[in-house]
């Protein structure tokens, strides 16, 4: 069944939050690069955990030198790049898989240089019509929030800033004045890829946050397992769950279903 | 010490958000961004210490050996029919390139910080080795970051490193080489951020490096500006450096910032020359090199259509590195100094000729420096002076040299 989006950008991501939180969960968030293990596959993936029931994507954009990226989402993204895979594909890809019919909300998130390649205003106005919902770019700090800033208002597109256990008060309160849609809370001092554990600090450090900003908090880096889902659940907006799912991407369809299913059924 | 040692009243910028003009500034993720601050404040404080600069000043006297001379080039001079070249011979100070300037400087500001674990990158090794110098002289723990195929052409250096107690940590993503390095050593601060100094070896990366950087290598320049005038009389027509991320360049190049009669020239790789895509010359192939942010900073960079970064070639590891410090971007911009390259098969030639014309084996870095001052010197007249920034050198290049003309 094919219906058209009513809703898009921030206001689509609020409704997830709403959603969600109506249902006394977090909202599941997947971030899957595009182009990996092959295009096809790439969205084949995400389509199969739209079925699962996930809440929204991050829908990566691979980029020559990911420095917050740990070893899968490397060669994950490097392979994608072998395949071809460019900035105009990832958002070719984001309409093509609004013309199946999939309604989740859409964050394209990509490292600034590609962007900036591509065109900033011409990224995040292509962006909006391919059918995306917002921007999350790692490498760029609220400093810098003037390079999308303005675009992103203009298109309705939300434009994600992160924190860090590293953050004090004052970088709290920049990334909640400029962060529009919901802020990314990095869950630990590192870069991406599975852990075992979720680091023990997380409820003071969340609760933390809580007591500076209203915004929605999403939780990402490290998440891997449905007992991590669980743990989550109750802490948070939504969470991210990226390198594990990459790895399921590269063994099979199924194996990626498999896992989203499991992350989201424990919810 | 009458004067402070690092100067840094020559300068009036970055800016208070790390800008030279419409370059630098910081794009890093949010989790460095306090350990950036925290450097920001740090140095801030230490330059304001007399006891800081008198530090530095002891160590680079009595350890380093600065100041470094200034040579004339008779042989050379007297060969090419023209302008005189005087060489700043930072081949001379302790490691053999002016690496240790910047090394120290950030290692005594570690060591006051209370950071004890201290990480870096390296292409040619010269950084690598002049941070283990370092550390091994402050007593404090070492990690190097070389990409495979660096650490395959600069073997006697990564020995130098471990003999100094150095790890080096290979690096075997992307092409190997020194931007991966920087990839790896961002990782790794950015994991263990609460512990660790990055003491990053060039004028580039996120505010404060490029800025603090210069700060620790603008003695280059000071001590030279001085230098030329006792053995000349006069100010130089042209400073001549190379540039790899820019640090000895924008060293020399600092002091003779208001001298409007010196002209600053730096020497880009040029490789296998423009045409054929194979060169590290970002300010001289615009076809596939345009203002973007790599390593934290914005600058020029060599990059596809699609903003992915371009593998680079030259036959100096140093050199090797597909963007450029953020202010010689904005000296550029400026039009106050000016980019050329040499090719590899000129750096070559310079490297032989400085050889058996003065009895200097300088660094490949450096010899690129060296082929712009020998298409120069015979289009000038002879009572004209160039000043060419000796960086380095050339043991660590010898395994390079005999590979490509033969022992
Ligand atoms: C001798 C020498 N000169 C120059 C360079 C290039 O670096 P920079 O441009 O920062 O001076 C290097 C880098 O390793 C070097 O070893």
């Known amino acids: 069944m094919i219906k058209a989006r009513e809703i898009h950008g921030l206001a689509a991501l609020d409704q997830m939050f709403a959603a969600a939180r109506a249902q006394g969960r977090a909202a599941f968030l997947p971030y899957f690069p595009i182009g990996y293990p092959t295009h096809q596959a790439s969205l084949d993936a995400v389509a199969a955990m739209a079925e699962e029931g996930a809440d929204g994507f991050e829908i990566g954009i691979p980029f020559s030198d990911p420095i917050a990226d740990g070893p899968t989402i490397q060669a994950a993204t490097q392979v994608a790049l072998e395949n071809g895979t460019t900035v105009r594909k990832c958002l070719d890809a984001v309409g093509t898989l609004r013309a199946k ?83 990314y809370v990095v869950s630990l001092t590192g870069i991406t890829g599975a852990r075992a554990q ?52 590269g063994e099979s369809a199924a194996a990626v279903r498999e896992l989203a299913r499991s992350l989201r059924g424990v919810l | 010490m009458t004067e402070p040692y690092i100067r840094t009243d020559l300068a009036d910028l970055p800016d208070a958000r790390g800008y030279f003009g419409e370059f630098g500034g910081r794009f890093v993720p949010e989790t460095i961004i306090p350990a950036l601050d925290e450097l920001e404040g740090a ?12 530090e530095l000043a002891h160590l680079q006297r009595t350890y380093t050996g600065r100041p470094t001379p200034v040579s004339y080039a008779r042989r050379l001079s007297e060969r090419l029919g023209g302008a005189q070249i005087y060489l700043k011979r930072e081949d001379l100070a302790h490691t053999g390139a002016h690496k240790i300037n910047n090394a120290l400087g950030q290692g005594l500001l570690a060591k006051r910080m209370g950071k004890k674990r201290i990480i870096a990158e390296t292409g040619a090794g010269q950084h690598g080795v002049g941070t283990a110098t370092a550390m091994a002289l402050l007593g404090l723990e070492c990690h190097v970051y070389m990409g495979t195929v660096d ?100 060293g020399m190049f600092h002091a003779f910032r208001d ?13 296998h020359g423009i045409e054929s895509r194979e060169h590290a010359a970002r300010f001289a192939d615009l076809d596939i090199s345009r203002p973007g942010i790599l390593h934290g900073t914005r600058s020029y960079v060599m990059q596809d259509e699609d903003g992915q970064i371009m593998e680079t070639h030259s036959i100096s590891a140093g050199l090797d590195y597909p963007s450029v410090g953020p202010e010689h971007a904005h000296l550029r911009q400026m039009e106050r100094a000016f980019y050329t390259m040499a090719t590899d098969e000129e750096a070559l030639e310079a490297f032989q000729v400085l050889s058996v014309t003065e009895g200097i084996i300088p660094a490949l870095e450096s010899s690129h420096a060296l082929a712009e001052a020998i298409k120069r010197a015979p289009t000038m007249p002879r009572d004209s002076v160039l000043l060419v920034n000796l960086s380095g050198r050339g043991d660590k290049d010898l395994d390079t040299v005999i590979g490509v003309l033969g022992s």
């Open chain 2, 151 to 250: 650490i395959k052409r600069q073997q006697p250096n990564v020995f130098r490193m471990k003999l100094l107690g150095a790890e080096v940590i290979p690096v075997t993503s992307g092409s190997r080489t020194l931007k991966d390095a920087i990839n790896e050593a961002m990782r790794d601060w950015v994991t263990n951020v609460e512990t660790t100094f990055y003491l990053l070896g060039s004028a580039l990366g996120p505010h404060p490096y490029p800025m603090m950087v210069r700060d620790f290598q603008s003695v280059i320049g000071v001590e030279a500006r001085e230098q030329i005038q006792e053995l000349t009389g006069q100010l130089p027509e042209a400073c001549i450096a190379c540039v790899g991320g820019g640090s000895n360049a924008i």
């Open chain 1, 198 to 249: 979720l680091p023990a600090y997380l409820t003071d450090f969340i609760a933390r946050l809580r007591s500076r900003t209203d915004k929605p908090l999403v939780l990402g880096f490290g998440i891997s397992k449905p007992e991590h889902a669980r743990q989550v659940s109750d802490l948070m907006d939504g969470f991210i769950v990226g390198s594990a799912l990459v790895r399921a991407g």
């Open chain 1, 101 to 183: 019919g999939i309604s989740q909300p859409m964050l394209m998130m990509g490292y600034a240089n590609p962007l900036v390649a591509y065109g900033t205003d011409r990224f995040v106005r292509d962006a909006r019509r391919a059918g995306a919902d917002g921007l999350i770019v790692p490498d760029l700090p609220p400093e810098e929030a003037t390079l999308f800033a303005g675009s992103c208002a203009r298109e309705g597109l939300a434009l994600v800033f992160f924190l860090a256990p590293t953050s004090n008060d004052r970088r709290i309160a920049m990334a909640a004045e400029h962060a529009t849609g919901f802020i």
């Open chain 2, 43 to 54: 140095y801030a404080d230490a330059i304001a210490d007399p006891a800081f600069h008198a």
């Open chain 2, 259 to 271: 001298d409007d009669g010196t002209e600053l020239i730096g020497v880009e790789a040029g490789g």
